[in-house]
């Protein structure tokens, strides 16, 4: 197996299967559960996270950002990485 693909494996086992992710798109929640081998969403399985964000909005997207599981600069939001973050991401300036 490639190091892409297990790196891929290892990734999707940080969600926990029965785990259910929620967002919001164009005024309706949109509600995915996390499956042992992929995620289901409105009666269909998906092999990934950004397979299901492309069904959800016709666009493309990375799927764990989208859920907001990651941010721009790739790091997870589910750690205390001290990254840096674009500036874009951290909303309107107060």
Same mark, same amino acid.
């Given at each position: 197996?490639?190091?892409? *693909?297990?790196? +891929?494996? %290892?990734?999707? $086992?940080?969600? $926990?299967?029965? $785990?259910? *992710?929620?967002?919001?798109?164009?005024?309706?929640? %949109?509600?995915?559960?996390?499956?042992?081998?992929? +995620?289901?969403?409105?009666? %269909?399985?998906?092999?990934? *996270?950004?397979? @299901?964000? +492309?069904?959800?909005?016709?666009?493309?997207?990375?799927?764990?950002?989208? +859920?907001? *599981?990651?941010?721009?600069?790739?790091?997870?939001?589910?750690?205390?990485?001290?990254?840096? @973050?674009?500036? $874009?991401? %951290?909303?309107?300036?107060?």
């Amino acid at each position: 197996m490639s190091a892409r *693909l297990v790196s +891929f494996d %290892q990734k999707r $086992t940080e969600l $926990t299967p029965g $785990t259910v *992710l929620v967002r919001e798109w164009e005024r309706k929640s %949109q509600r995915v559960m996390v499956m042992a081998d992929g +995620f289901a969403w409105n009666g %269909q399985n998906y092999d990934s *996270l950004s397979k @299901v964000a +492309f069904a959800i909005t016709g666009t493309k997207w990375n799927g764990p950002r989208f +859920f907001g *599981l990651a941010r721009r600069n790739g790091t997870s939001t589910r750690n205390n990485n001290k990254k840096s @973050v674009c500036p $874009t991401d %951290q909303g309107p300036a107060a």
